[in-house]
């Protein structure tokens, strides 16, 4: 089955600064990728999303990238706010099975 | 649009006991999932229902049994629940949105269950 890895699982960073999480999976034939924010007791919420035909994708101050030949995607947030502090989520959409594979998450924190 | 419930919200079980987590969604959405998830820690799917009448293993069924009851409503018994199913679960629901190949997946708020 597919096999998603992601990093680090802890960030920290200063209010203003750039945090990048990376996300690695196995199945080249996957062809979805969407990343999660989780706040504290909450449900996880899609906050953006990229499609295998294409390498970039921007919303404002969140980026995603896709690598295709290196299997690898990353979350870009700019210019980082107290309200971003979460644990963000990748997940590869797995075609054969109809289902999501997610990473293991990371932790977010940014100080004020 | 509630988009997809989950009752009950919490619930505490003594070792042995059985219960059922209800999930719906009103959004007409083919595919339901049930996904648990531990104190820091990802989310692990049991169960899914790739489309009404069908259901499938995740990777952590054991101890787990659904029952997808019609398009909108997706089950999870737990029939002999044991302390290491104590978790928070979650139901979720996929849209494909037409041409555009995306999978976009609706949370439930989650049910916070105990067993001691």
């Known amino acids: 089955g597919e096999n998603v890895e992601q990093h680090p699982s802890t960030l920290s960073v200063q209010e203003g600064d750039s945090a990048v999480i990376k996300c690695t999976y196995s199945d080249s034939a996957s062809n979805y990728f969407p990343w999660y924010k989780q706040e504290l007791g909450k449900r996880p919420q899609l906050i953006i999303d990229?499609?295998?035909?294409?390498g970039e994708k921007k919303d404002q101050r969140i980026a995603v990238t896709l690598n295709k030949t290196a299997k690898h995607f990353s979350l870009h947030i700019t210019e980082t706010q107290p309200e971003d502090s979460a644990v963000y989520f990748c997940a590869v959409y797995n075609n054969a099975g109809n289902m999501l594979t997610f990473g293991g998450g990371t932790r977010l924190m940014v100080k004020p | 649009n509630a988009g997809v419930t989950q009752t009950p919200k919490f619930q505490v079980l003594k070792t042995g006991q059985s219960m059922t987590l209800q999930c719906a969604q009103d959004?007409?959405?083919?595919?339901m999932y049930w996904y648990r998830q531990d104190p820091g820690m990802g989310l692990r799917l049991i169960y899914y229902s790739a489309s009404e009448g069908t259901t499938d293993k995740g990777e952590v069924p054991n101890g787990y049994n659904v029952s997808r009851l019609n398009k909108r409503e997706f089950s999870l018994r737990l029939e002999s629940a044991a302390p290491s199913q104590t978790s928070v679960y979650f139901c979720?629901?996929?849209?494909?949105?037409?041409?555009?190949?995306?999978?976009?997946?609706?949370f439930g708020p989650g049910t916070r269950l105990t067993v001691t």
């Open positions: 990229i499609r295998s035909n294409v």
């Open positions: 959004m007409n959405h083919n595919s």
């Open positions: 979720a629901s996929t849209s494909m949105r037409g041409t555009s190949l995306s999978y976009e997946q609706y």
